[in-house]
């Protein structure tokens, strides 16, 4: 608890009355002093009597970068009290409306502002102060509170359909190998089978034209599609940004995606809420790398160093900026134009905002 600059100023001219009494008589001293030394008592007494507000912070959505998301925080009196709500925006976000208020606190208020989200990772909100004051603003006391809330940046997801016919095939054929592909057994034909299960060349060495069909096996985890990462210097924003656009170009093309990066993995999945969960890992994804063994298994490699980025499917590199129509993109720009967004990447993106996590 301490006394405001106005609460000073009360003071100093309270002083310098008591000091023109000795010149003026007491009527100075009761006509300036009495009232103020009451006003600042009085201050004092509301101020300290005042209990500390109970604090609730509303959970902050996930998002891509560029989007704006409410900060909301539920604030509880006792009793009706002058404030200054004031809230700090961490690194990575920023603030697109006022985060502090001067309000009046009175039962349930709720303070809110928005912030942008600017930088992959996980951001944080806080800490929260506020600071009560009396009615004619002589006296103040702070509150604490140091909990702050994080909320999570998704990497930027980049348009992969803008790169070369040739490689944007190469990745689509990862996902359009059948999801089911190991073989198990033949068997005969059945009415109804589809004749793209017909193996001819089995059929052909049976009498009278009998055909058979293959069987695959019945276990989900086949033939799902597992995209590792890994970032060899730092510049885990590209890895994570490519691994992230591979990986929900293979779950709308239908695949069962999975993934692997230094931070951890997520096993074969698909749908919105395992995008998300792919997204969220990518969003702490930093430098690292992969053991070897993982990085063989994986049907699609994504792998950031001194070079670049390269997505690597059956042993075919294929350059990320090239795949992403980045380099296209960068020949046509006109002369003294400039295409590029905040990341230093070109527009040829999704936003951040694939239709699948909408």
Same mark, same amino acid.
């Given at each position: 608890?301490?006394?405001?600059?106005?609460g000073?100023?009360?003071?100093?001219?309270?002083c #310098?009355?008591?000091?023109?009494s000795?010149?003026?008589?007491?009527? %100075?001293?009761n006509?300036?002093?009495?009232? &103020?030394?009451? !006003?600042?008592?009085?201050?004092? &007494?509301?101020?300290?009597?005042?209990?500390?507000?109970?604090?609730?912070?509303?959970p902050?959505?996930?998002?891509?970068?560029?989007?704006?998301?409410?900060?909301?925080?539920?604030?509880e $009196?006792d009793?009706?009290?002058?404030? $200054?709500?004031?809230?700090?925006?961490?690194? #990575?976000?920023s603030?697109?409306t006022?985060?502090?208020?001067d309000?009046?606190?009175d /039962?349930?208020?709720? +303070?809110? *502002?928005?912030?942008?989200?600017? =930088?992959? /990772?996980?951001?944080?909100?806080?800490?929260?102060?506020?600071?009560? $004051?009396?009615?004619?603003?002589?006296?103040?006391?702070?509150?604490? *509170?140091?909990e702050?809330?994080?909320?999570?940046? *998704?990497?930027?997801?980049?348009?992969?359909?803008q790169?070369p016919?040739?490689?944007?095939?190469?990745? =689509?054929?990862v996902?359009?190998?059948?999801?089911?592909?190991?073989?198990d057994?033949?068997?005969?034909?059945?009415?109804?089978?589809?004749?793209?299960?017909?193996?001819?060349?089995? %059929? =052909?060495?049976?009498?009278?034209?009998?055909?058979v069909?293959?069987?695959y096996?019945?276990?989900?985890?086949?033939? %799902?599609?597992?995209v590792?990462a @890994?970032?060899? !210097?730092?510049?885990?924003?590209?890895?994570?940004?490519?691994?992230?656009?591979?990986?929900?170009?293979?779950l709308?093309?239908?695949a069962?995606?999975?993934?692997?990066?230094?931070?951890?993995?997520q096993?074969?999945?698909?749908?919105?809420?395992?995008?998300?969960?792919?997204?969220?890992?990518?969003a702490?994804?930093?430098?690292?790398?992969?053991?070897d063994? $993982?990085?063989?298994?994986?049907d699609v490699?994504?792998?950031?160093?001194?070079a670049?980025?390269?997505?690597?499917?059956?042993?075919?590199?294929?350059? +990320?900026?090239?795949?992403?129509?980045?380099e296209? =993109?960068?020949?046509?720009?006109?002369?003294?134009g400039?295409?590029? #967004?905040? @990341?230093?990447?070109?527009?040829?993106?999704?936003?951040?905002?694939?239709?699948?996590?909408?």
């Amino acid at each position: 608890m301490r006394l405001t600059r106005r609460g000073w100023a009360a003071v100093a001219v309270a002083c #310098g009355a008591v000091a023109l009494s000795w010149q003026s008589g007491p009527r %100075a001293l009761n006509a300036v002093v009495v009232p &103020l030394v009451v !006003v600042l008592l009085a201050g004092l &007494l509301t101020v300290a009597r005042a209990d500390r507000p109970r604090v609730v912070r509303q959970p902050v959505t996930d998002g891509f970068i560029r989007e704006d998301r409410a900060v909301e925080v539920a604030i509880e $009196t006792d009793g009706t009290v002058a404030a $200054t709500v004031r809230d700090t925006v961490g690194d #990575g976000l920023s603030a697109t409306t006022d985060p502090h208020a001067d309000t009046t606190l009175d /039962g349930e208020e709720t +303070f809110g *502002y928005d912030v942008r989200l600017e =930088a992959r /990772g996980e951001r944080r909100v806080g800490p929260l102060s506020i600071t009560v $004051t009396d009615v004619l603003g002589l006296v103040e006391r702070r509150f604490a *509170y140091e909990e702050p809330t994080s909320v999570l940046v *998704y990497p930027r997801v980049r348009d992969l359909s803008q790169g070369p016919a040739a490689d944007v095939e190469t990745l =689509a054929s990862v996902a359009d190998r059948r999801a089911n592909e190991e073989f198990d057994h033949l068997r005969e034909y059945r009415r109804g089978d589809p004749l793209r299960d017909v193996h001819w060349k089995t %059929a =052909a060495k049976r009498p009278e034209d009998d055909l058979v069909v293959t069987e695959y096996t019945d276990d989900d985890d086949t033939g %799902a599609v597992t995209v590792a990462a @890994d970032c060899l !210097v730092d510049r885990s924003d590209e890895m994570a940004s490519a691994a992230a656009s591979v990986a929900t170009y293979l779950l709308e093309r239908g695949a069962t995606v999975g993934l692997a990066t230094p931070e951890g993995t997520q096993p074969p999945g698909s749908g919105r809420a395992h995008h998300r969960e792919l997204l969220q890992l990518l969003a702490v994804a930093g430098p690292g790398e992969l053991a070897d063994r $993982t990085r063989r298994d994986a049907d699609v490699l994504v792998r950031t160093d001194e070079a670049g980025t390269t997505v690597v499917v059956d042993g075919r590199e294929l350059a +990320f900026d090239r795949l992403c129509g980045l380099e296209r =993109a960068e020949r046509e720009k006109p002369e003294g134009g400039n295409r590029t #967004g905040n @990341d230093g990447h070109g527009d040829h993106d999704t936003d951040g905002r694939p239709g699948m996590t909408a």
